[in-house]
């Protein structure tokens, strides 16, 4: 069994979960998929036991309007990490809490749940869509326009205005030349598609160049350096549009796209990974997406779980 220091984005998720079944929002299922997934998520999920009396305060906050639900559900859940931190060997909170690209995600004024897009309409008039599993935050100025997106996708078209549009992940910040332009981004790497116009990229990993990158190309970069600005591949943007359209991928890729849409674990064997796949498929509903998937291509899903799956050769 593993006694180890529990990792910070651990006690963070375990807080969150927390959170999310006193107010009711939680999948009982998801969390329960969650806590089977791995050691460190029940010896974190013990540790609230341990701080029982503590959290007897944390209720009387997810009492109030619907309206003021979400800023309270952050703040109950930063209070249950700070606990965590404490009773886990007194983590410096300022240097590996609020701080952390993890807890910045779960703590972001514009996040999506798995299988959930979201619009918004910037002050600006631009607009901002975020696609499943996202999350960013919005800082406009006097003197600039700046979106940090912690995690996810999102797309961004901009609207005329003398200040500097920017967008800023982990790996680097863009900026917008009047233009269209979609980001994603994970604890790997970013990559910036653009659609319209132009936008310059610069890396963290260089910050003394930029690269531009216009319509139709494609950069993806990381804290190591970038790839080079390259075609961008079709349909980048079908999410937007509810879609996700495949062409002679293979079927880990589409599988693994499929997997950011829904809650807990969907995986294929590696007998099949490689299986050339092509078609369109809705995001409203992964599971009919699968369901079109396996009688198209001949496979089967096999579930452990409601949220374990594993896409295979179909059987019998």
């Known amino acids: 069994m593993t006694t180890g220091a529990l ?10 979960w927390h959170v999310e079944l006193c107010c009711g929002s939680a999948d009982p299922q998801a969390h329960a998929a969650w806590l089977a997934e791995s050691g460190d998520h029940a010896r974190a999920w013990a540790l609230l036991g341990q701080v029982d009396e503590q959290l007897k305060t944390i209720p009387s906050t997810l009492s109030l309007p619907a309206l003021q639900a979400a800023q309270q559900q952050r703040r109950a859940a ?8 404490a009773s886990a060997g007194g983590i410096a909170l300022g240097q590996m809490g609020l701080e952390s690209s993890a807890w910045q995600s779960w703590t972001a004024a514009l996040r999506t749940a798995p299988g959930e897009r979201r619009r918004v309409t910037l002050a600006d008039g631009g607009s901002l869509q975020l696609n499943t599993d996202s999350a960013a935050d919005v800082d406009y100025s006097g003197t600039h326009r700046r979106l940090r997106l912690h995690r996810g996708e999102i797309m961004v078209t901009t609207a005329p205005d003398a200040r500097p549009f920017l967008v800023e992940t982990a790996h680097g910040v863009i900026r917008a030349l009047g233009t269209r332009f979609g980001v994603r981004c994970d604890a790997q790497a970013s990559s910036v598609t653009v659609f319209e116009h132009a936008v310059e990229v610069r890396n963290h990993a260089a910050p003394g160049g930029g690269s531009r990158v216009e319509a139709g190309q494609q950069l993806r970069f990381s804290r190591l350096g970038d790839s080079g600005v390259q075609t961008a591949p079709r349909y980048q943007d079908s999410w937007t549009r509810g879609m996700l359209v495949a062409v002679d991928w293979p079927l880990s ?3 693994a796209e499929l997997a950011r849409y829904r809650r807990g674990h969907l995986a294929c064997e590696a007998g099949v990974a490689d299986k050339p796949v092509t078609g369109t498929y809705r995001l409203a509903d992964i599971d009919a997406a699968l369901e079109s998937l396996c009688v198209s291509h001949g496979l089967q899903v096999t579930y452990l779980t409601r949220f374990w799956g ?4 179909r059987r019998g």
């Open 7 to 16: 990792p910070r984005c651990v006690l963070a998720r375990a807080a969150h």
């Open 78 to 85: 930063a209070r249950l990490l700070a606990m965590l931190v």
């Open 310 to 313: 594993t896409v295979g050769t």
């Open 253 to 255: 890729r589409l599988v």
